[in-house]
């Protein structure tokens, strides 16, 4: 199973702009995945180190409880549809 975790921050416009991106690509994707969003002050700064979390938004995509991928920053979202194809596969 993939599951996609986004992190931000709020205010953040790419971070919005990303959540979209990611949610209509797991739409048009098409399979199992698990997405969720996780802002950054539901956590602590240890917490976001030991997550290596860096930067807003961090997209990280996982197949069978391993980080297969890891996204910083905004992509379009032809890329990131392109990625969970290729994971998924």
């Known amino acids: 199973m993939i599951r ?8 953040c416009e790419p971070c919005k702009i990303m959540m979209r991106i990611v949610s209509n690509a797991v739409v048009d994707a098409n399979t199992d995945i698990s997405y969720s969003i996780r802002h950054n002050d539901s956590f602590t700064v240890e917490e976001l180190t030991k997550l290596k979390v860096r930067m807003y938004p961090t997209t990280v995509i996982e197949k069978d409880g391993k980080e297969i991928a890891r996204l910083e920053g905004t992509f379009p979202q032809a890329y990131v549809a392109d990625v969970i194809n290729k994971i998924e596969k």
């Open 4 to 11: 996609i975790i986004c992190y931000t921050k709020k205010n």
